[in-house]
T-cell receptor, first 112, second 115 residues
Framework: EADIYQTPRYLVIGTGKKITLECSQTMGHDKMYWYQQDPGMELHLIHY???????EKGDLSSESTVSRIRTEHFPLTLESARPSHTSQYLC???????????FGPGTRLTVL | AQKITQTQPGMFVQEKEAVTLDCTYD???????LFWYKQPSSGEMIFLIYQGSYDQQNATEGRYSLNFQKARKSANLVISASQLGDSAMYFC????????????FGSGTRLQVQP
């Protein structure tokens, strides 16, 4: 069973607020990912990390930022949330040469 | 660039019947991995089955099997003996084998199992 956690599961906030979505995994995986998914649509990669102090932008442009100070922790931050940021955000991790990506339960963000 | 195509936005199946969800892919890499994930209404992504491009046999996991036709670049998911709990979105995905090893997803198929 995957040990990857995301908090909060649901978040409703007002425009202009700063928010941080938390993602943690206890499997010691080097690679971590953030995907964004609009309702009923496919997932798009927005950020990834090869390991500590390594972060890169993904395929879908995003105004969010990420950090990787510890192996197990990969938080995503929005400095000033807007209604266009309303979406589900899914965190995932995998071993360097692993077959499977393990997903967290996701955070459903609504910006009013 | 990799591309995944799922042409069935929605599918209906009767309980206990088998159903096939279609997936075609495009890549210039000779080595790749193909995945199917299930996403119930709660939103989490549940891994179902994996097929490597060099695997000689089609992958199977319980009631799930992957009909891999490499020359046609298709990787269809077959669910046998459908259950009401199978109602969900199903995503086909391809993984890059080098570098990021991120997943590229198709647009998904919503499966509804009817009693």
């Amino acid at each position: 069973e995957a040990d990857i956690y995301q908090t909060p599961r649901y978040l409703v906030i007002g425009t202009g607020k700063k928010i941080t979505l938390e993602c943690s995994q206890t499997m010691g995986h080097d690679k971590m990912y953030w995907y964004q998914q609009d309702p009923g649509m496919e997932l798009h990669l927005i950020h990834y990390s090869y390991g500590v102090n390594s972060t890169e932008k993904g395929d879908l442009s995003s105004e969010s930022t990420v950090s990787r100070i510890r192996t197990e922790h990969f938080p995503l931050t929005l400095e000033s949330a807007r209604p266009s940021h309303t979406s589900q955000y899914l965190c995932a991790s995998s071993e360097a040469q692993g077959k499977e990506q393990f997903f967290g339960p996701g955070t459903r963000l609504t910006v009013l | 660039a990799q591309k995944i195509t799922q042409t069935q936005p929605g599918m209906f199946v009767q309980e206990k019947e088998a159903v096939t969800l279609d997936c075609t892919y495009d890549t210039s890499d000779p080595s790749y991995g193909l995945f199917w994930y299930k996403q119930p209404s709660s939103g989490e992504m549940i891994f179902l089955i994996y097929q490597g491009s060099y695997d000689q046999q089609n992958a199977t996991e319980g009631r799930y099997s992957l009909n891999f036709q490499k020359a046609r670049k298709s990787a269809n998911l077959v669910i046998s003996a459908s259950q009401l709990g199978d109602s969900a979105m199903y995503f086909c995905a391809m993984r890059e084998l080098g570098g990021r090893r991120a997943l590229t997803f198709g647009s998904g198929t919503r499966l509804q199992v009817q009693p």
